[in-house]
Structure formats: structure tokens, C-alpha cells
């Protein structure tokens, strides 16, 4: 327990996470204040304005299926123009559609709170597993760079338990850290929202939404800073972390998939890491599929998905195998 | 009592990319017994700091077997760690931190009291320099921090890598006063040194290493004579006269250009009674009693510069060195 208490001091000494977090909060700061300058309550004309638009906006869309249907079944009332519509007319259909347009959506210069914290969330996930990764290669590089593991090790002559520590600590810490910074983060939209802006429909979905989100995140957070560590425990230093998700990004997601594109690879997109990091936030994520109606007859699809549990299963194994590499090889070092 | 610290046969080899097959250690020997201020004297690259880490578990040994405090190292190390205070090679240390935290933080890691922070600072004259962050502080007070680490837990057991390392002549003469009343209070030392002057100085026993092996060890008055042969200078008018009337009287002399030296004297009274008989008057006998240094340097080969490292290969004055270790045999103490 001690030990856990000197690592997380030494952890929260550490001038880089001192300096992340200084960024955390600065990113936050202009968010939340450029929103909230950005921002109004709408007024009862504006509102009423954003319905009427809204309305008018539904009614045209029906319009728009009405003619089609009409068009197509070949029953346009006489006088009226061919216009260049698909043989399905389904894409028009309103009932059909993901949402359909509603009054925040004629709001200009209001910030909703239902439609924004998505995106938000978005944006904090990707910055704290950004600090994750480089806080996790961080912290255990320098130390196994500069001599404070072999300090350690003197003390407590067992590896496994010094290194399992520093993991769990991290881990302990940058979840902590992440659930904070995302309930903060969430709850001063959603004020901004209710004073300076509108809620917009908080029911039951949205908050179950959110919440999946949120928790896929905290997840994505936690693989990449083990990531992280386990990259530069092996390399020995921060920058073996630095460097193998640099080469890793160039040689693989850039050059790998230009020569999987040239020798017509069926469905590159399913190589590549991020593409499953993609699928394990969004739960589904769908590509253009290039080879799928090269041969068929009638109906084709023209994409393909990846789905959240293969891909969770992907970054779940990688991370592991990684973690179980680097402890493994630690185990064995000759620390000089 | 059983020995404090116990190597036998200690092998260890590096491979390294750069510098291809170095062997450090070569079946190397060493016994502690307790209460003992125990020099471990070589040359740079002799092998001493690889031992140290070998018996420490921070380096896998190739072969040989090894105890400390009567527990097998490296298996189980972790029993004893507690009672061993050690510091290897100038421990580096987070610069980020001041003195008092670094101690406070590998306290908090070994669970010792942190009120032995203070103590250990004072007992190394750190006390009022410990909240100055450790990269301001100079190589020696770098080098008083690492004992003082090495001292915060209260060991039986004090391991210390060439702490005279760049400690200025005011330093180094505290910490042989630290060392000596650190021995009073029953405290066994191991002190690793190339410098012949702070072993003499300090340790009761002593074991020389070169090239990875055991040259001589054994207490150090028994060391020195082992390599007594009992030789005297002389002075005298007429040195070529006086030589032959020496090698007459079954002396082996070797003449220099102002004094002679004389071999196997047991009883100094008969040079000058030889040399009186024939009117030959003594101006000056000197006991060429060795010391540590010439021991050292006859020891570990070339010699001239103990300073200057050496590769660790089979060549040149190893030879000499094997025959050091066969001709005169190794003295070893007592209660070894
Ligand atoms: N990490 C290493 N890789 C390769 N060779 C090493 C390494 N550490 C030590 N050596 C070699 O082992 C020999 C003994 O080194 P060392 O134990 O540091 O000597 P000392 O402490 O007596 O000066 C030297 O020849 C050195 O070059
Ligand atoms: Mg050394």
C-alpha cells in the first residue's frame, strides 16, 4: 500500500503530467468559454422562429417523398416537371430518416446541450487517451531511463511487484483522473446549456447513449496508457513508445494500406488499428467496400462494418500481448 | 557465525551489439564476515560494480552461488533487502525532486519510518541542503544522497560502489569517519575502490580483484605480508663493494645508482654488522614493508595506471597475474 502511496506521489510529481494536465485544463477553459461566449437563450420569438422552420423544414422533406413516390408509381399530376429521382425513393422517406430536423436545429448561436455532449465527449476521450498513452511511456520511461526503478529495486528486490505497481498506479490514477475530468467536463456543459443555451432533450436514450460512449472511452483510455507503458518498458525509455506508434503510423495505416489499395487487398480498412478504434467508440463503423460489386448481380452492398466486439477483442489481445511482452522481458533484464 | 556475504564461483558475461562478448566477472569468490569493514579493491572494469549488481539481483548471473545475510540471492533477496543498505555505481535520482523527497519516497516504498529521513540527511551532512532539488546539488552531494538512502533503513549490511567518487578530500574524509563509526556500532561494510589510499585507510579485510577473478584477499596486515620479502634499502658510500660483500654473505642485492636493495633480511642487524666489519658504514636501512598499492599493482598486472580501464580478455599480464595467485597463494582471515 505504501508503495502504491509512493508511486502515485511520484506519478503526480512528475513535470510532464503536471504539464498535461495544465493542458487538460487550459483545452477545457477555452471550450467551455468560446461556448459560453458563443452562446444564448433563445428568446420566445426565436423559438417560435426555429419551430416554424423546423416544421416547414419536415414538410418539405415529405414533399420531396410525395413527388418521388408520385414520379415513380408514374402518376404525376400533369404540368408538373420530371425531376431526377432514383428508382427508391426510400432515402427520401421521412419516417426513414435518423432525425429529423427539429427546432434547436434552427438556433443559431444557441448551444444545445443533447446535441453537443457527444461530440464533446468525443473530443476529451481522444485528449485523455493521448495523455494516457504519453503519461503511462512517460512516467516508467524515465524512471527505467534514469535509474529510480534500480533505486526501487534496492529496496524491493521484486520485480514483478515493483512493475505491477507502477501499472496499476497509472492505471488507478489516469482513470481517476478521466472520470473526473470527464463528470466536470459534462457537468459544466450541461449548465452552460441550462443558462446560457438549451438542454435539448435529456431522456432516458440520451443519458444510456452517453453513457456508452463514456464508458468505451474510459476503456480506450485505459489501453492506450498500458500501451503506452508497455511499449516503453520494453524499449526502455519514453520515446521506444514515441517511436514505434510514429513508425507504426507511417509504415502501417499510411504505407501498408497504399500498398493493400494497389494490389486490391479486399477490405483494408479491417487491418488497421484504427479502424477498430473507431468501431469500439462508435459500436459500428461502416466502409466503402470497393471489391463487393465488382461481380455481383442484383442487389449488392456497397459497405461493409466493423462491429465493437471483434474490434474490442483486437485492441483487448494486442494491449495484453504487449503488457505480458513487456513484464515477461523486465523480469529477465540485466538493469544497469 | 556464518559469512555475511557469500560468492562463489560468480560468472557473468555481456553481450552486447556494440562491444560483443565482455566477460565482466570470471568465477569469481568472495566471503564477508560479519562486523568486518571489507575492501573490494580493483581497477576500473575488474569486475566490482557487475559483482555488486549480480549479488543485488539487478544483474542475472551466468553462474556461481551467492548469499547475503544468509539468503540465497537473487531467489530470495526480497527477505533480506531490508537489512541491506546499497548503493551501486552513482545511483542517479529524479532531479525534479528535492533531497528530502527522495528519501521520503523510498522510505514510504520500504516501509521505514520517515522520520529516518532526517537522520540519514544529518548522518551524511546533507541536513541543511535537503529541500534543494537533486539536480542542483554536485556530484559529491549526489553521491552523500545515495548513502544516505543507503542508510536510511538502519542496515546490518552497508554496500557501497566507490562512494569517494566524486567527493572532494574534506568529503572523503567524512565519510571514513561515517564508515568507522558506522563499523563501531556493528554494522558489517563492504566498500568497493580503485583508490588503494581509502581502502588501507578504512577496511580490516580486503579482497583484490582483476579481470573478473580473486587475485588475493584475506585480512589486510596478513595481505601485506604475504607480499613481504623482507626487503631493506640501503645507503652507503660504496655501493659496489657493499653489494658483493652482501651477495657474499648470502644476500640477494640489486643495485641502484644511489641505494641498494636488499632481499630476505630477517634480522636488519646483519647487514650492518657485515658491511661495519669492513669499515663500511651504514648511512641509512629503511624496511621496505609493501604497501596496499604496491600489492595492488603487482597484482592486477601493468599497473602503472589502476586508473586506466582495461579490457577483460585472456592476453598479456594475465599471465602474471596467474602466477601472483599461484606463487604466493591466497592468505585468507581467520574468521572467513
Ligand atoms: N552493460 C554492460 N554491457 C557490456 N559490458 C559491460 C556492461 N557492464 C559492464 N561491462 C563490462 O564488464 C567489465 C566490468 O565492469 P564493471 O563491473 O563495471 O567494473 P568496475 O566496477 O570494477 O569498474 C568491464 O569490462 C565492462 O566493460
Ligand atoms: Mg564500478
Not at chain 1, 82 to 89: K, T
Not at chain 1, 221 to 248: D, E, I, M, N, P
Not at chain 2, 97 to 113: D, E, K, M, N, Q
Not at chain 2, 167 to 188: H, K, N, W
Request: glycine residues 10%.
Amino acid at each position: 500500500m505504501n508503495l502504491v502511496r509512493a508511486e502515485l506521489e511520484r506519478l503526480g510529481a512528475r513535470r510532464f503530467v503536471q504539464l498535461m494536465l495544465v493542458l487538460l485544463v487550459l483545452a477545457f477553459g477555452v471550450t467551455a468559454s468560446t461556448t459560453l461566449a458563443g452562446s444564448h437563450q433563445p428568446t420566445a420569438a426565436e423559438l417560435t422562429d426555429a419551430r416554424t422552420q423546423a416544421a416547414e423544414s419536415r414538410r418539405q422533406m415529405d414533399e420531396v417523398y410525395q413527388r418521388c413516390v408520385a414520379q415513380v408509381n408514374g402518376n404525376l399530376p400533369p404540368g408538373s416537371e420530371q425531376e431526377d429521382f432514383p428508382a427508391d425513393c426510400s432515402e427520401f422517406d421521412p419516417v426513414l430518416q435518423d432525425r429529423l430536423p427539429v427546432a434547436t436545429d434552427f438556433l443559431p448561436g444557441v448551444f444545445v446541450f443533447s446535441q453537443q455532449a457527444e461530440p464533446l465527449l468525443y473530443f476529451l476521450i481522444a485528449f485523455l487517451a493521448l495523455f494516457g498513452f504519453l503519461v503511462g511511456a512517460s512516467y516508467v520511461g524515465a524512471d527505467l531511463n534514469s535509474g529510480g526503478v534500480v533505486n526501487l529495486l534496492l529496496w524491493r528486490p521484486r520485480r514483478m511487484t515493483v512493475l505491477g505497481t507502477k501499472l496499476g498506479t497509472l492505471m488507478g490514477a489516469v482513470l481517476g483522473l478521466s472520470l473526473l475530468a470527464s463528470l466536470v467536463y459534462l457537468a459544466t456543459f450541461w449548465v452552460i446549456g441550462q443558462s446560457a443555451g438549451l438542454p435539448g432533450q435529456l431522456d432516458g436514450a440520451f443519458w444510456a447513449g452517453l453513457g456508452a460512449v463514456h464508458a468505451r472511452g474510459l476503456v480506450l483510455v485505459l489501453l492506450t496508457s498500458v500501451l503506452g507503458f508497455a511499449l516503453a518498458t520494453l524499449g526502455r525509455h519514453t520515446s521506444a513508445a514515441l517511436g514505434t506508434v510514429a513508425a507504426y503510423a507511417v509504415v502501417w495505416e499510411l504505407g501498408a494500406r497504399l500498398v493493400m489499395e494497389i494490389v486490391d487487398t479486399a477490405h483494408p480498412d479491417r487491418f488497421m488499428l484504427s479502424s477498430h478504434v473507431g468501431a469500439w467508440l462508435s459500436g459500428r463503423l461502416e466502409f466503402w467496400d470497393a471489391s463487393a460489386c465488382a461481380s455481383a448481380s442484383g442487389f449488392c452492398e456497397r459497405v461493409y462494418a466493423l462491429t465493437w466486439q471483434p474490434a474490442l477483442a483486437v485492441l483487448l489481445g494486442l494491449t495484453a500481448l504487449l503488457a505480458v511482452a513487456a513484464f515477461s522481458v523486465f523480469r529477465r533484464r540485466d538493469l544497469i | 557465525m556464518s559469512a555475511v556475504i557469500e560468492i562463489e564461483g560468480l560468472r557473468k558475461t555481456f553481450n552486447s551489439v556494440r562491444h560483443g562478448r565482455q566477460v565482466a566477472v570470471d568465477g569469481f569468490d568472495l566471503t564477508v564476515g560479519p562486523g568486518e569493514v571489507h575492501g573490494f579493491l580493483g581497477p576500473n572494469g575488474s569486475g566490482k560494480t557487475t559483482t555488486l549488481r549480480a549479488l543485488l539481483g539487478l544483474v542475472r548471473a551466468d553462474g556461481g552461488r551467492m548469499s547475503v545475510l544468509g539468503a540465497p540471492s537473487p531467489t530470495r533477496l526480497a527477505q533480506v533487502a531490508g537489512r541491506v543498505g546499497a548503493i551501486v555505481e552513482s545511483p542517479q535520482f529524479f532531479g525534479n525532486f528535492t533531497g528530502y523527497r527522495t528519501l521520503r519516497l523510498l522510505a514510504l516504498a520500504g516501509g521505514v519510518p520517515v522520520s529516518r529521513v532526517d537522520e540519514a540527511l544529518e548522518q551524511v551532512g546533507l541536513h541543511d541542503r535537503g529541500d534543494e532539488r537533486v539536480k542542483g546539488y554536485s556530484l559529491g552531494m549526489k553521491q552523500r544522497l545515495a548513502v544516505a538512502s543507503a542508510l536510511l533503513k538502519n542496515p546490518e549490511l552497508l554496500i557501497l560502489d566507490e562512494p569517494a567518487n566524486g567527493l572532494d578530500p574534506a568529503g572523503i574524509r567524512e565519510m571514513r569517519d561515517l564508515t568507522r563509526s558506522l563499523a563501531d556500532a556493528g554494522v558489517t561494510v563492504l566498500i568497493s575502490s580503485h583508490i588503494l589510499a581509502e581502502i588501507q585507510l578504512i577496511c580490516d579485510h580486503v579482497t583484490i580483484i582483476s579481470r573478473g577473478r580473486r587475485v588475493a584477499s584475506g585480512r589486510v596486515d596478513e595481505v601485506l605480508a604475504g607480499f613481504d620479502r623482507h626487503e631493506f634499502l640501503v645507503r652507503v658510500a660504496e655501493p659496489e663493494r657493499a653489494a658483493e660483500l652482501l651477495r657474499a654473505g648470502g644476500l640477494p642485492v640489486d643495485v641502484y645508482s644511489d641505494h641498494l636493495v636488499v632481499g630476505q633480511v630477517d634480522d636488519p642487524t646483519r647487514i650492518s654488522r657485515l658491511l661495519g666489519e669492513q669499515g663500511l658504514w651504514v648511512r641509512e636501512l629503511t624496511s621496505l614493508r609493501p604497501d596496499l598499492e604496491s600489492v595492488f599493482l603487482e597484482l592486477t598486472g601493468d599497473g602503472a595506471h589502476p586508473e586506466v580501464p582495461r579490457q577483460v580478455d585472456g592476453s598479456g599480464p594475465h599471465h602474471r597475474v596467474m602466477e601472483m595467485d599461484a606463487g604466493v597463494g591466497e592468505v585468507r582471515g581467520d574468521n572467513a
